[in-house]
């Protein structure tokens, strides 16, 4: 099944290159899992970036990219010996630091050192991609929960941090999202957002392009290692995504969206914000509702908004009815909350959290070989004092630019080019 998703109909965020909500900063690429499909190198013994390097790196930020939070990765960021200077230098110059991380390394006493050095929330990735030792033997996505609640249960344990988590989707594991859905949008208070990634492999190794890079011929196999166990057989889209959260909550209805760079159906980043308490749901914030947040917090604070702290998250009740004055979406959700306090009295003063379910769909070859990556993408990193897309930072390591993709039957019917009689000029490639 495939949702119908018409960007025209959500706000598009207006992140944008040089003015966004977050920024990527990866501080070694040094990490204790090998997850099926990683595309960084992972076993370098010399992965981890120095405190100078990274200030250097934080200064090309401050120049070219105006960003809310500061994302940090690798590899992963906890396996960095230095990590408690890190996230304090961030903090210091005035991001927000949110750890990428897959939580292995994560203890209750790094964690409270980590919240001292002003770390603002996680982002911890669990999936069936990874070999871990704490998965309990759990083989599917809805056994993995259990981890998953642990790692909440410690944030909110520790208090006062931004509680996301990410996942990987491939046609393997797509069955598997509305299990995921239903456990997160049970604990609105600790599980303040889900990601859902999907795997771009089947594009890249199904045999319908050539790549090249600066004219040369490459192979992406350099650059993208295939997984041995854990793949796809197609290239899984956001309105099927979409189409599986809503078997798990029908009600889902996405507000906010970052569009492609080429295809203008696409949605890369697709955000539906829900209002709830541990009962029950009330509804989704509209995109009227989002366009005023993000603007009100840009003119206010100089930023876009990426992450809040739960106790901000936990003022539904108020965004309700405040937004309810003016917008339609909004009331609905407002008197369905009283409804229900009506009939539950007790849930009147409960407090209603938004809990953000996103959808992240990356680059994606067109037929003829474009590339449609994320426009605005938040995900933007630092390399020798360049920006650049993160998911695509081997090639610029490799090759020193981009690698690009020609349809392999462009190349078997060359006569196809020649229009015209008159000479053309060689163009160099």
Known sequence: MVAKID???YYRLPWTLTDNAISWLEVTTAC???????????KSKDGHKTLAAIAEELEVFKRLRNADSMSLAGGDPLVHPQIVEIVKMIHEKGWKPILNTNGLALTPALLSELKKAGAYGFTIHIDTSQDRHDANGATTEEGLNALRQKFAEMLAKEGG???SFNQTVTTDTLDQVPAVVRWAEGLPDLVHSIVFILYREPALFDGKYE???GGRNVSVEEDYKKPENWRGDRTVSTPVVVAKIREADPEFEPCAYLGGTVNPESTKWM???????????FGYVSSQAMEIIQNVHHLWNGTWLAYSKPETLAAGRASMFSFGTFDGRMRKNAWRFL?????HPRELFTKVHSQTIVVIQPIDLLPDGRADMCDGCPDITVHEGKLYWS??????KNYGCF????PKQCAQAPKLHKISAKPQPTQSP
């Open 391 to 396: 998911c695509r930072l081997e090639e610029i």
């Open 7 to 9: 960007p025209r109909r």
């Open 339 to 343: 409804r229900n306090a009506l009939r």
């Open 32 to 42: 204790n899992l090998d997850c099926e499909g990683c595309y960084r190198d992972t």
């Open 211 to 213: 790549y090249f890079a």
């Open 161 to 163: 941090l931004s509680c």
């Open 403 to 406: 690698v690009a993709a020609h």
């Open 271 to 281: 955000y539906g914000t829900r209002l709830a308490n541990r009962e029950r749901g």
